[in-house]
Nanobody, 119 residues
Framework: QVLLVESGGGSVQPGGSLRLSCVASGLDVSRYSMAWFRQGPGSEGEGIAFIESIGTTVYIDDVRGRFAIWKDLNRNTLYLQMNNLKPEDTANYYC?????????????RGRGTQVTVSS
């Protein structure tokens, strides 16, 4: 059984930082494409940072330069470092894992961790 469990969310002021973790069990993160998605109130989930099994990373324009995604293969964990957070980053953040060539919508996903950015 595949299980993805996120943690690390919280409430921070604008300009602050958080590090999110996604611990995987039942799959080897080195063999999967993985991503962080976020879903704000009343909106659909949006992929913001992606990492392929070979390590290639892609970011949407809104977070490029502020966020970083990586995998720790020893811990079988996906991370997202978020710096210079803005109020518009407020959302539930969740990780998704999928095999190469398959759609993100069909991947395994966690329940998420809430990030709130406000002064």
């Amino acid at each position: 059984q595949v299980l993805l469990v996120e943690s690390g969310g919280g409430s921070v002021q604008p300009g602050g930082s958080l590090r999110l973790s996604c611990v995987a069990s039942g799959l080897d993160v080195s063999r999967y494409s993985m991503a962080w998605f976020r879903q704000g109130p009343g909106s659909e989930g949006e992929g913001i940072a992606f990492i392929e099994s070979i390590g290639t990373t892609v970011y949407i324009d809104d977070v490029r330069g502020r966020f970083a995604i990586w995998k720790d293969l020893n811990r079988n964990t996906l991370y997202l470092q978020m710096n210079n957070l803005k109020p518009e980053d407020t959302a539930n953040y969740y990780c998704v894992a999928k095999t190469y060539g398959s759609p993100w919508a069909g991947g395994h996903r966690g329940r998420g961790t809430q990030v709130t950015v406000s002064s």
